[in-house]
């Protein structure tokens, strides 16, 4: 209520009141870890004696950071460890600045801005915009495919659907480190993994694939590398600006079936690599690689499964108990089991991975059948593999499901395969 005794007509002050909630509720305060003991506390103290009776207009958010360091080293003048942020600038451009900000460090732990990841987003920006540029001539060239995806395509397209809803949580949340490993890490290995598969399979690349990639890309980057973005943006003909854009759209639900198909390819890749290194070391000249996959997991791991499966809620969206309630829950649960825990320290360490794969891929990581076909993802992809498990030579590839019969090659090799898993015979 307006004060009875005041000589200020009720109308001004009214237009006074109005002027001053224009500011609150305040969405956020970004401070300094060392603040939260005094200014921060008493900031909510003051907000809370001004409003008593309404908490609405309470401050909805505040985030606090540590110290800054320089290459993991404390930032000060007297040892020359110092950068002004002119200077980062001049040295790194502003979104090579602005991108090792953003990749120092999301917590109350002292953030490292290190200066070669600046250098390498340095490098990054002019080589992802040359990127563009060759993709925009191939298709004003009529050089990019069109029409129906590849299985694998359509996996690639899915996992992107992913990555753009994970980076957009991270954000809301303010973890830009966490942001930037989905939205720009793990999004261009996506995208080299696909151009080499396209170019060792002797396919051409989607249109309509790269593109989205190009754009949805610059949408992600456009809070940590704006001027990155925008060029993007003009490049790809479109109107106003990436700053203004909405985040971008996906084809649909997030395809945790999809996401594990395309991940299974990538990851075998890999592991098929790394054990041909070590087998040709030992081996003369060869020409041919068996693959092995197998449908089933052993026993205990079935019982882990299962297991893992009991313990998931799905309030608060969904997923297992944190790491150390869920590993205490199996030794009190699962392990009481005379025959699983004498495989305790191998149960664990399965759980512990099993686990890590639901928090990324949901409730579908604890199926103890796969989802996917092994063998149909890799007989798609197998001039891909023939191609890349040994640098510079082409293989015969063939691939055996464990379940046939008379499956050629030693049964060391073929025991340790397991579900998502492959094992290699080279001869």
């Not at 540590?66 to 002119?86: C, V």
């Not at 299985?151 to 303010?174: A, C, P, Q």
Request: hydrophobic letters at 40%; a negative charge.
């Amino acid at each position: 209520p307006s004060p009875t005794a005041s000589t200020i007509p009720p109308a001004t002050l009214e237009r006074l009141r109005t002027e001053f909630e224009y500011w609150y509720p305040m969405d956020l305060r970004v401070s300094g870890k060392d603040l939260i003991g005094n200014h921060l506390t008493m900031s909510l103290y003051n907000h809370a004696a001004i409003w008593a009776d309404r908490p609405e207009m309470w401050p909805r958010g505040m985030y606090t950071n540590g110290f800054m360091m320089i290459n993991k080293q404390k930032m000060a003048k007297s040892t020359g460890n110092f950068l002004m942020l002119g200077e980062a600038v001049d040295e790194y451009s502003a979104d090579g600045a602005r991108f090792a900000l953003a990749d120092a460090g999301d917590s109350l732990l002292d953030a490292n801005f290190e200066r070669d990841v600046a250098n390498q987003a340095t490098l990054s920006v002019f080589g992802e915009e040359a990127f563009v540029a060759e993709m925009l001539a191939l298709k004003k060239e009529g050089k990019l495919r069109q029409g129906e995806c590849l299985d694998l395509e359509t996996n690639v397209m899915k996992e992107m659907d992913r990555l753009i809803s994970e980076t957009d949580k991270h954000f809301t949340r303010m973890f830009w480190r966490e942001g930037l490993n989905t939205g720009a890490w793990q999004y261009r290995i996506l995208r080299d993994f696909y151009r080499d598969w396209c170019f060792r399979m002797d396919v051409v690349m989607h249109e309509g694939l790269i593109l989205r990639w190009i754009e949805t890309s610059a949408l992600m980057l456009s809070p940590i590398c704006p001027h990155y973005a925008e060029v993007v943006w003009k490049l790809l003909g479109r109107e106003g600006f990436a700053a203004h854009a909405d985040w971008p759209t996906l084809t649909g639900a997030v395809d945790g079936k999809a996401s594990r198909c395309f991940n299974f390819l990538k990851n075998t890749t890999k592991t098929l690599r790394a054990a041909a290194l070590k087998d040709t070391k030992k081996s003369g000249e060869l020409s041919k690689a068996f693959i092995y996959i197998a449908d089933t997991y052993s026993d205990w791991k079935v019982k882990t499964l299962e297991f893992m499966q009991t313990l998931w809620s799905e309030t608060g969206g969904g997923g297992l108990p944190e790491k150390k309630d869920m590993l205490k829950a199996i030794t009190t649960g699962l392990l009481t089991d005379p025959e699983m825990k004498k495989k305790k320290k191998l149960v664990m360490q399965f759980a512990a991975f099993m686990a890590d794969e639901a928090r990324v891929i949901g409730f579908d990581a604890l199926e103890t059948e796969l989802p996917y076909n092994q063998k149909d993802v890799l007989e798609e992809s197998k001039v891909y593999l023939s191609k890349c498990i040994i640098v510079g030579k082409t293989l015969e590839v063939t691939v055996y499901n464990l379940s046939e019969a008379d499956v050629p090659g030693p049964d060391q090799k073929k025991d340790k395969a397991e579900p998502g898993k492959p094992t290699l015979f080279l001869s």
